[in-house]
């Protein structure tokens, strides 16, 4: 018995034997080829007129980044530069920072640990809906959380769509 537990440790630390590194990048090239969902991500910029909206695109610039970074982790999903070829749609739609309470038994917070939060509206087809993701002390904490959120709407969409599709 001990001796197969240590035959499995070796397997796994070492990989399986035959298979090259080259072997294993072909695997990666084929899981990024079967990504099924293109999503396309943008913000629509504030009018010139209105009050500060060079900075609100600066800051929807940034969301847009950080949102592109975050849902590009997510398994499944591929980010796309072209608006005509995405499957969903993500509009940052605002960026804010809410400042958290003072510190601890009346203090002074030394980090910051204010929420930061970024709204989003997806749209799908005919589908859409109004995202937000928070996150305590950066952006790409909101950012990670509103791919999260973005992730589960896509996954139930399409547990629909093929309840539907087997419906019909």
């Not at 969902?37 to 209105?50: K, L, M, T």
């Not at 960026?95 to 204010?114: H, I, K, M, Q, Y």
């Amino acid at each position: 018995m001990a001796g197969m537990v240590l035959m499995l440790a070796a397997v796994c630390a070492l990989g399986i034997p035959g298979r090259t590194a080259q072997d294993k990048n072909k695997d990666k090239v084929e899981l990024d080829k079967h990504l099924s969902v293109h999503v396309y991500v943008f913000a629509s910029d504030v009018p010139a007129g209105e009050p500060d909206a060079q900075q609100t695109n600066a800051d929807r610039a940034e969301a847009v980044r950080d949102m592109r970074e975050a849902l590009r982790h997510k398994a499944g999903l591929a980010i796309v530069d072209d608006r005509a070829s995405a499957d969903v749609l993500v509009e940052v739609v605002d960026r804010e920072a809410r400042e958290s309470p003072d510190g601890g038994f009346g203090g002074v917070s030394v980090t910051n640990l204010g929420d930061k939060i970024i709204r989003l509206h997806v749209v799908s087809g005919d589908e859409d809906v109004d995202i937000k993701g928070i996150g305590q002390g950066t952006w790409g904490r909101a950012a990670k959380d509103g791919a999260d959120r973005v992730l589960k709407w896509i996954a139930r969409l399409e547990q629909k769509k093929k309840r539907l599709g087997s419906n019909l």
